[in-house]
């Protein structure tokens, strides 16, 4: 800046004391502020070794060594020596949605801060008299607010400097001796700085919590990355070799048609040999017997005996044994040689190929710790909830106690007192449900597109969900409204294990042991949800697996 017009206060000043940069530094973040200032915010954050910025709360571990921002300080040099007094820019009046200044007439600049004492808000200008004026020093300015009478108590009409922590609110010191006396109450300064530090813990929390997972999408992306490729080869492999099946199979079938063919050709050509033997044989049988009924009418008995010699000797008769009128045994022979193969091509695809597609299941668990490394975080759909359950404890608890004001949506339960999870079950997934109290609960799960409307929309009473059944005394298992009787020893814990991919389901009851009480082996073909159906009274608590 080299004008003196230039010259901006805000920058200038420190956002810790509010009055221009003393020593100005510059931290890794970017903002600047007085070095005692700053100095003093980071040892009160000596004992975290997390040392944040005031304004945007980015953090630095170790601690940044300070040095003296040498332009900043001869700048806030050159301010106090000309003193800023630039006409105020276009951009300097408020807009309809900034602060005003309440001193100022006419058209009203921006405010730059507003005073908790005064209550009100002023432009740099009209400021001035805040850092120059001793009684106005110490009152406390904050960023421009058009809430400032929400920080005045409205039946003392003073600032809420207090706060206090067994009602939970800011209030004022009158406060402190009638309504809140005897409370525990502390300045809400330090109060905010506790929780402060709390929000920092919850702040890094949370941004570890975003790093893993951001980490386990970057694998899961991976991963997909990884099965696209190898499926898109899958299948061009497969073609190919389906390709080759196809005309190894249409190359038999021609083969054993030309050797049907061949086969015909010769039968025919011997048939039609045959049949011109005994088409001959015919006419001549039929010459011999119009010469012996010629011979017959010869009166002249020497004429007969000399001529019956030779007009009654026969030549030799073909031989028809090998005529047969029934079909010909080879050509029902190939048919049933081709129809075996056929059985025997089915049976391979009907046994191999479902070991193509589900590949051998890996073992199931077989104690709780081996389970618990599958356990999922389940919470409930509020979406999907009927109005008779009382969700809680972050839509992990539900309870059957009376109507809910839930908003109208389709995918809400509306006769059966029953609800699914938010999340998807994939792969394996192992959860335990905590049910107390009442008729008992159906634990569940089930396709998406299940019913939500008549008895038909009850776990277990369809094909599309797979529910047990717990009460005080007994289990019931449900599928397609089969029920069927279950054996084991009563808890108040049920385990559900799921393997979705080699279709397996169980139901265990849980205490100091793992007994399984039913198990389902079947093809799912649809994602499946978690589900919950509470009897009057009754609570069902998906609860954190330990």
Same mark, same amino acid.
């Given at each position: ?30 903002? $600047? ?18 040392? $944040? ?7 630095? *571990? ?42 100022? *007439? ?30 106005? %020093? ?54 905010? *700085? ?43 492999? $497969? ?37 011109? %033997? #005994? ?48 079909? #010909? ?157 279950? $054996? ?59």
């Amino acid at each position: 800046m080299a004008q003196n017009d230039q010259l901006d206060r805000e920058t200038l000043s420190c956002s810790i004391c509010l009055d221009l940069l003393k020593d100005p530094v510059t931290i890794p973040c970017g903002h $600047s502020y007085c070095m005692s200032c700053i100095k003093g915010c980071w040892d009160g954050e000596d004992q975290r070794k997390i040392y $944040s910025c005031p304004q945007c709360r980015q953090t630095f *571990t170790p601690r940044p060594v300070l040095n003296k921002n040498t332009m900043l300080a001869a700048l806030v040099e050159q301010l106090k020596k000309t003193g800023l007094q630039a006409a105020p820019t276009d951009h300097c009046y408020a807009g309809p949605e900034d602060v005003a200044c309440d001193v100022c *007439t006419g058209r009203k600049l921006k405010a730059f801060k507003s005073c908790l004492q005064c209550l009100i808000s002023y432009c740099e200008k009209h400021l001035q008299p805040h850092y120059t004026v001793g009684q106005f %020093k110490k009152h406390k300015l904050v960023e421009p607010s058009k809430k400032l009478q929400e920080n005045i108590c409205s039946r003392h009409d003073k600032v809420m400097e207090i706060f206090c922590r067994t009602d939970k609110k800011c209030i004022c010191y009158l406060c402190t001796m009638d309504d809140h006396k005897g409370h525990d109450t502390v300045p809400a300064a330090a109060e905010r *700085t506790e929780r402060q530090r709390e929000l920092e813990v919850s702040r890094l929390n949370i941004q570890q919590r975003i790093q893993h997972r951001e980490k386990d999408v970057k694998l899961l992306q991976q991963k997909v990355e990884a099965i696209s490729p190898s499926a898109d080869k899958a299948v061009e492999d $497969s073609e190919k070799i389906f390709t080759q099946l196809i005309r190894l199979l249409q190359k038999r079938s021609t083969d054993v048609k030309q050797q049907i063919r061949s086969q015909q050709e010769t039968e025919v050509s011997g048939v039609k040999e045959l049949q011109e %033997k #005994l088409q001959q044989e015919i006419t001549e049988l039929k010459r011999k017997d119009a010469e012996l009924k010629q011979l017959s009418h010869t009166e002249d008995h020497n004429q007969f005996l000399h001529n019956y010699p030779s007009v009654s000797q026969l030549s030799e008769a073909t031989d028809s044994s090998s005529i047969n009128i029934r079909p #010909l045994r080879y050509f029902e022979d190939v048919t049933a040689a081709v129809s075996e193969l056929r059985d025997k091509l089915q049976d391979i695809l009907r046994d191999k190929w479902t070991n193509i597609l589900l590949p051998e299941p890996e073992p199931e668990p077989k104690i709780r710790a081996e389970f618990l490394k599958y356990s999922r975080e389940i919470t409930l759909d509020p979406n999907t909830v009927n109005t008779w359950l009382l969700l809680s404890d972050g839509n992990r608890k539900v309870e059957c106690m009376r109507q809910q004001s839930y908003s109208r949506h389709t995918d809400r339960f509306i006769n059966q007192c029953q609800v699914l999870s938010k999340e998807s079950l994939t792969g394996r997934c192992y959860w335990e449900v905590e049910w107390s109290g009442g008729q008992g609960v159906h634990v569940a799960v089930s396709y998406k597109n299940i019913s939500r409307v008549g008895g038909e929309s009850r776990f277990g009473c369809n094909d599309k969900s797979w529910s047990l059944r717990c009460s005080t005394n007994s289990y019931v298992f449900c599928f397609n409204n089969i029920r069927t009787p279950v $054996s084991g020893p009563g808890s108040s814990r049920v385990g559900v294990y799921l393997d979705l991919r080699a279709g397996i389901l169980s139901f265990y009851s849980v205490s100091e042991t793992m007994t399984l009480l039913h198990r389902v082996q079947t093809t799912f073909t649809q994602p499946l949800y978690a589900g919950l159906h509470v009897y009057p009274l009754s609570t069902a608590d998906l609860s954190e697996v330990k």
